[in-house]
């Protein structure tokens, strides 16, 4: 008998869920699949890294913004091909008004994982705040493409559209 290793699995279960996720119907259902998602993606696969990723997310709650990135820094140290360790940096450099950092994090988020909807939209604030309007409308809809029923999104393309596109006669 034939077993996929339990990364395949992982896998094969991420794409299933963003299938679904793409195509949900109602908000409800696309936060219950968008959960997890973040659950799946939250497996490092070493209780260690996992407990760092708790940490640098539960500093951030508690806005310890530079006990997070130390948090972060130390999981991406020991584990670069994580996406979801990136992502947490990125959102620690961030929230610490460090855009250059944070960009560099979620391009290496994207690059592990091209389907996050969160680095992408994280890429799209960053753009929308530093003046760059047109890469922050295609961000925000490629989110739009996986992850449908955002709200915050939707109302990001709608203040860009006018700039981006221009008047329509």
Not at 17 to 23: F, P, S
Not at 84 to 91: F, S
Not at 129 to 137: E, P, S, T, V
């Amino acid at each position: 008998m034939f077993s996929l290793p339990p990364a395949a699995l992982a896998q094969e279960r991420t794409a299933e869920l963003l299938d679904e996720l793409a195509q949900a119907e109602t908000e409800a259902a696309a936060r219950r699949l968008e959960r997890q998602l973040m659950s799946e993606w939250s497996k490092s696969g070493s209780p260690a890294m996992d407990l760092l990723l708790k940490r640098g997310r539960d500093a951030l709650e508690v806005d310890e913004v530079g006990a997070a990135i130390e948090h972060f820094r130390a999981l991406t140290d020991h584990a670069p091909g994580f996406a979801e360790g990136w992502h947490g940096l990125a959102l620690a450099y961030y929230q610490s008004e460090r855009f250059g950092p944070a960009m560099d994090a979620l391009g290496r988020a994207l690059e592990l994982n091209p389907q996050h909807f969160g680095a992408l939209r994280g890429v799209g604030a960053i753009h929308e705040q530093i003046g760059n309007r047109a890469l922050a409308y295609q961000a925000y809809e490629r989110v739009l493409e996986l992850r449908p029923h955002d709200s915050d999104v939707e109302q990001a393309l709608g203040r860009l559209e006018r700039a981006v596109k221009g008047i329509r006669l």
